[in-house]
């Protein structure tokens, strides 16, 4: 079965400071991509980056980086500089096989709170 | 990236009535779309697979009478609510895979049944 971990319910990062959001996931499959999505109040969910199993590089897309541990089946978002309006739920979620099919599995999220 | 129009942003109904939720993928072929429902401060809960020609295969607790899906083609996924009460009140959120398997979402439904 697969499974995603993301273990901080909440963070709390000042204004232009890095911040790391947690992630860990669990799959027998060798072949998996990993996401990380932003949900602001709105509800919209906003692709952020994204990293295949197969990657050896770390994916980058702007102050977003995707610290990719495969041994320790982690994939940590970083958000670098940040800004007030990163304030809004940051979820993990995993495209692996189950089954024959590859329904995405999501973590519980965490919410981040910029302050200035 | 790839782009999924879900319709309408939100909607208000009365007790009794069923509410059509429109997913459309703008620039891709999308064979399956998932849907999703969401209650506040939540993970999304997958509700079901839409599959392109075929039944959905909905997940263990979603009413398949209650949530009607229909894929009849390759860029569109409807969710009708049928017969919606109070309790079905909910944020609504479809996605699917583009052609490199990166996943996108519609910009959710907020469905009020009063």
């Known amino acids: 079965a697969q499974k995603i971990t993301q273990t901080q319910p909440g963070m709390f990062v000042q204004e232009k400071e890095a911040v790391t959001l947690d992630c860990t996931y669990d799959t027998s499959d060798q072949s998996y991509g990993l996401f990380w999505y932003k949900q602001p109040s709105s509800g919209e969910m906003i692709f952020l980056i994204y990293?295949?199993?197969?990657?050896?590089q770390n994916a980058t897309e702007g102050r977003y980086s995707l610290n990719f541990q495969k041994a320790r089946k982690s994939a940590n978002l970083v958000i670098s500089a940040s800004q007030l309006g990163d304030s809004a739920m940051y979820f993990c979620a995993m495209r692996a096989s189950s089954g024959g099919s590859y329904i995405p599995t999501f973590g519980r999220g965490t919410s981040l709170i910029v302050h200035p | 990236g790839a782009v999924v129009s879900q319709h309408p942003s939100w909607v208000i109904c009365k007790s009794g009535t069923s509410v059509k939720i429109e997913c459309r993928s703008l620039d891709f072929q999308a064979t399956t779309m998932f849907w999703y429902r969401q209650f506040p401060k939540q993970s999304l809960m997958l509700m079901a697979t839409?599959?392109?020609?075929?039944?959905?295969?909905?997940e263990q607790g979603v009413e398949k009478d209650k949530f009607l899906i229909n894929h009849a083609s390759l860029t569109l996924s409807t969710l009708t609510v049928t017969s919606a009460h109070p309790e079905d009140s909910s944020f609504y959120i479809c996605?699917?895979?583009?052609?490199?398997?990166?996943?996108?979402f519609g910009s959710g439904t907020q469905l009020s049944v009063l």
């Open positions: 990293q295949g199993s197969y990657d050896e």
């Open positions: 996605s699917a895979y583009d052609r490199v398997e990166k996943l996108f």
């Open positions: 839409s599959n392109e020609g075929s039944k959905a295969t909905y």
